[in-house]
Each structure stands twice: as C-alpha cells, then as structure tokens.
C-alpha cells in the first residue's frame, strides 16, 4: 500500500528545501513496514543553467527528477502559464494523493493554482482534487510589488496544510483567516539541509581556489549576492550600490557570486568597471587592484563553506538571512523590509535597503563591532522535514480511515 506525493521543484532556493524534504521521505520509507510513500520530484525548468539548478543536485545527492518541464525564463505572466499547462499534464497523468510545494517562487504558484483547479475520479470519490500542502508558508514582506509576496499570499490562500518556519508565520497566517487546525509550525526545510551538509562543506576547496588563505587560515573576505528586480533592474540603483560596494572593497576583498539576472543588468548598463572577473580557474591576485571580485553563480556546497568564514555578507536574498542566522555570520540585507523577522531578532540581520549611506555605515559597525552571539531561531534544529512527513502521514491515516489505519506512524525517535 502507497500514499503518492508529487512535489515540486524549479528555481535555486526550492532544491535545498526539497532536499530535506526527499530525505525525509527516503528515511520515512526505510522504517516504515506497511504505508510506503510513492514520492515523484517535478522539476518545473524556471532554473535551467548547470550553475543554477544540475549543481545542485549532484551536491545535495537529489534524485533525478521524474519529470521535466522544461519552461525556462520569460514574463512572469508567461513563465507561471507556461509551468500551468506542464504541470496540469502531469498531475492527470500520476494522479497524487498529495501535492507539495515550497517557499515562493513563480513555480510554487503555478503549480498550486494547477493542483487546486484540477479534479479527476478515484474509485472511492467522485470528484478527487491532490492536498495541496505549502511548505515555509505564511511569510510575508507586506510589500506587493515584490513578485514574491504575491506568489505566498495566492499559494496560502489556496494550500489544505501549511507548515511553517516561524512565530512571526503563524500570526500572519491566522489574521487572514487560515484556520488554525491547517497551520503546523515544524521549523525550517532549508536548516535541515544546512546542517546537513555543514561538515560535508568544509571539503570545499572554493577558499584555495581563490586564493582566499593565507598563513595556513581564511584571510578576512566579506559576500555579496544580489539579484532582486528592485536592485539590479533600475541602471541608476545598481550603479549607486555598486559604489557603495566598491567603497568596501577597498577594506575588505568582496567577493561577488553573481546571478544570470545581474550579469545580464550589468552588461546592458555597462558597469564592469566596477569587477575584476574572479575566475576560479584563474583567479585575480588580491592585492594587484581593489575591486569587486565577480564570480559565476556557485554550488551550495562551496557557498556554504565561503559564506561560513565570511567576516560580513551583504546579500538581498531571503534563504541567506536564515542562513547566516545559524552559521553565526553577520548579514546586512539590502532590502527595506524582510518577510523573516525571526532572523532580525533572534538571528544576525540587518536591513539597510539599497542606500549607499547606510551600507557602509552599517558595514564599518559590523566590522569594527564585536561579533553577537546569536541564538538559533525556534524548531530550526534540523528536524523539520521529519515533523512534515510525520504529520502529513496521520493526516492520511485519520482523513481515510480504515483503509489507511495501517500506516505506521515515524518511529518514535523521531522528535516532534
Ligand atoms: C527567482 C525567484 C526569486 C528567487 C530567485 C533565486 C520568482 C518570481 N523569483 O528569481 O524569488 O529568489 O529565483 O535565484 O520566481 N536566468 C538564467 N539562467 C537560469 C535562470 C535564470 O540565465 O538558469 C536568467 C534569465 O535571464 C531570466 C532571469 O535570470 O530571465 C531571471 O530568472 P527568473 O527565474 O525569472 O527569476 P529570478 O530572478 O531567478
């Protein structure tokens, strides 16, 4: 006997995330003796490059996914339809009892708008619409001009289960009404993976390769990453940032993984004086000229490691506000507000937004102050994936009843 959950994958911060979540599963099946879960990865194909999306799987060991859809980039309006009409295909053709879709990019949307409009006849009920389970649910930024503020707000509005990452989640989730029996507050899929991978990462050879050490240890670098539309869309933004940047530089080597979408920004607008180009296989030597060091995008493995032994990222992604939170590394968001507060309180972020001013001034206070201690977020201890697949199998049991009263509940080791 199976439960079939089909899940979803399609830009670079949804394959950390599934990871936890497949090994969850894996780990899930190999002590279970009656359910089985039939699990089916989707890849959506929003990320296509090897750089952002096949590294990812060989360094987080994904299985290959069981589908492919293939979309690439486009509008937004084009991209989510796109990703619709692939995935209503798919979702007819293995039928799951279950839908699973993370964090908030275009394809978590599309594909939860398909799961919630699609219905097909099973042998017990007439009309059978998938559980659309939403994972790292009820964030919010409170600004709708980011497209993905739009895509959480849709994809909880629409999800049967929404599990969450933070205090701050469930507050919002509650005043728009979800009902509280729907909400699960189970920690955080992305810190199960990073905590996974934490001892595999020091492997990495990313500080050598770029001649980051020196007398046997780490020389002092700070991390930038940026790839927001409101920072790298606008030509006059970007440049005015990337004096600010430049400015650090000349304090600090920074070294600057950049996302396809920036590279693009920074050649339309013609704005590689800023950068040396910091290829791994022929790095620049650091004290020959002071500039922004640009890199192609990197592997989660040799992200880690560098973003481990960084004195400062300044960075305008969600995942790495979290993440630097754990890993105890300063982190000044270039952004006016943040859908993670949690990261803000409990955890070592600031938000500075795109102002030159404030970015130096918040990057000589990070690195002439004193490191804080920070606290790790509640439930972010790497068991968040375990409580999902734990708590979607009694939600199976108890919705079908006898026919499912066999599936074994995850061993009791498991925590809660
Ligand atoms: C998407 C997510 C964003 C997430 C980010 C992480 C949405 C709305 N946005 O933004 O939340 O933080 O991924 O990376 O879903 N491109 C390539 N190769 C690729 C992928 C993209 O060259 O493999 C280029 C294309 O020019 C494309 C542009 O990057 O037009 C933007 O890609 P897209 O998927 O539309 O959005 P992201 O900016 O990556």
Redesign the pocket.
């Known amino acids: 006997m199976s439960i079939k959950i089909l899940s979803v994958v399609g830009?670079?911060?949804n394959f950390m995330k599934i990871a936890a979540v497949c090994e969850a599963i894996r780990e899930y099946n190999a002590s279970s003796k009656r359910l089985l879960i039939d699990h089916v990865l989707v890849h959506t194909g929003?990320?296509?490059?090897t750089n952002?999306?096949d590294m990812f799987f060989n360094d987080l060991e994904l299985p290959t996914p069981n589908l492919f859809l293939g979309v690439g980039?486009g509008s937004?309006s084009i991209?989510t339809a796109k990703i619709m009409e692939g995935f209503e295909k798919v979702l007819l053709a293995e039928k799951p009892d279950i839908v699973i879709v993370v964090g908030?990019?275009?394809?978590t949307v599309a594909c939860a708008l398909v799961t919630k409009k699609t219905c097909w006849t099973t042998q017990t009920e007439r009309d059978f619409i998938p559980k659309l389970v939403h994972v790292e649910a009820g964030l919010r930024s409170f600004d709708r001009t980011m497209?993905?503020e739009v895509?959480r707000i849709v994809t909880d509005a629409l999800s049967d289960v929404l599990f969450t990452t933070e205090e701050s989640a469930n507050e919002n989730l509650k005043r728009e009404g979800v009902s509280e029996d729907k909400i699960h507050f189970v920690g955080n899929v992305m810190i199960d993976t990073l905590l996974r991978y934490r001892t595999k990462a020091k492997e990495s050879t990313i500080l050598k390769d770029l001649q980051l050490y020196e007398n046997n240890g780490p020389k002092p670098y700070a991390i930038l990453t940026l790839?927001r539309?409101a920072n790298v869309d606008d030509h006059g933004t970007l440049s005015k940032m990337l004096d600010a940047f430049l400015q650090i530089s000349r304090d600090l080597p920074l070294v600057f993984p950049a996302?396809?979408?920036t590279l693009?920004q920074i050649q339309e607008a013609d704005l590689g004086d800023y950068f040396v180009d910091h290829f791994i296989d022929r790095p620049e030597p650091w004290d020959s000229r002071v500039r922004i060091r640009l890199l192609p995008p990197l592997g989660y493995l040799d992200f880690l490691k560098l973003m481990s032994l960084a004195q400062v990222v300044l960075t305008d992604?969600?995942g790495i506000q979290e993440e630097t939170t754990i890993l105890g590394v300063p982190c000044i968001t270039l952004r006016d507000k943040t859908e993670r507060p949690v990261t803000l309180t409990r955890g070592t972020n600031v938000l500075v937004g795109s102002d030159c001013k404030k970015i130096i001034e918040e990057f000589t206070r990070v690195v002439r102050g004193q490191r804080e201690i920070p606290s790790a977020p509640q439930l972010w201890d790497g068991h968040a994936a375990r409580r999902i697949i734990r708590i979607l199998i009694e939600e199976e049991r108890r919705s079908a009843g006898p026919s499912r009263a066999e599936v074994q509940t995850i061993d009791s080791k498991h925590p809660d």
């Open positions: 830009a670079r911060p929003q990320h296509y490059d952002m999306s980039s937004h991209q908030d990019v275009n394809s497209p993905e895509n790839h539309p996302h396809p979408r693009k992604s969600g």
